[in-house]
């Protein structure tokens, strides 16, 4: 059943691998969370929402039957569920940075399975069931997929022939020995709703205003602002190594010779960037963090 208040969003958040990312998240939007005593019921400083810790795998379940209105979870879990949800925003962010997670087949080292074809008849272990036996059913491979409690990499090649399991980076399955044959499925984090709360205009509205203020915390932490003087007679030269895309604030400076150039720019790209600019003529180059970027 739906929550009967129509002035407070009844939201879930991840428990667990994405509790610490998702409220520094929160807290870079504008929010403060905090852990009382009553751990899975976490106080933020907003009376318009109440929260709800949760383990990821069940938020989509409890969206779906409205005990929650809106919660974030992966793509993963919601189509494992199969939840009949409505999908607001995809949250590009995961335990170790901004990326998408991966299901991923992995076998032993010296397993001699190469190809899904060579499941046919073995035993898998994993944590999302129904995801693997849809990729099964895809590749018409028939073969044994069970629940998986946890420890999932120590699994193969004692007691499973293969599992598939969730991964970022691959580093624990190095350190397990583990070989990845392929990728399942690439998810990502997710805002859903509750389809009866989404028709309510007061929590759509409330949900619409948490999702820009989240997803332009998420673009900023891809992004630095960068500000430098210039010589007017430099200016085409240094615009000519800003990315294509960008458009550049340009202001007089009290010296008619000069002027103020500010931009913002990849994060990833401004080493390289940098070096550039000043070989271009820029000068008194400062680059700045940013907390929101909001289109």
Known sequence: MVPTDERKIVLGLPKGSLQESTFDIFAKAGFNIRLGSRSYYPIIDDDEIELVLLRAQEIAMYVEDGVLDAG????????????DVYEIAELIYAKQGLRPVKWVLAVAN??????????EGKRIATEAVKLVEAYLKKHNVKAKVEFS??????????LVDAIVDITETGASLKANNLRVVDTVLEST???VANNQSWQDPWKKAKLE??????KSVLVAQTKVGLMMNVKKVDVDAVLSVLPALQNPTISDL??????DVITIVDKASVRKLIPQLKAKGAHGIVEYPLSKIID
């Open 149 to 158: 409690w946890g420890a999932t990499e120590i699994k193969t090649p004692r």
């Open 209 to 214: 205003e948490l999702s820009m203020l989240l």
């Open 110 to 119: 010296d397993s001699p399975i190469k190809t899904v074809q060579d499941l």
């Open 254 to 259: 009290s010296d008619p010779d000069w002027c």
């Open 72 to 83: 974030i979870t992966g793509k993963d879990w919601v189509m494992e569920n199969n939840a």
């Open 189 to 191: 984090t997710r805002l």
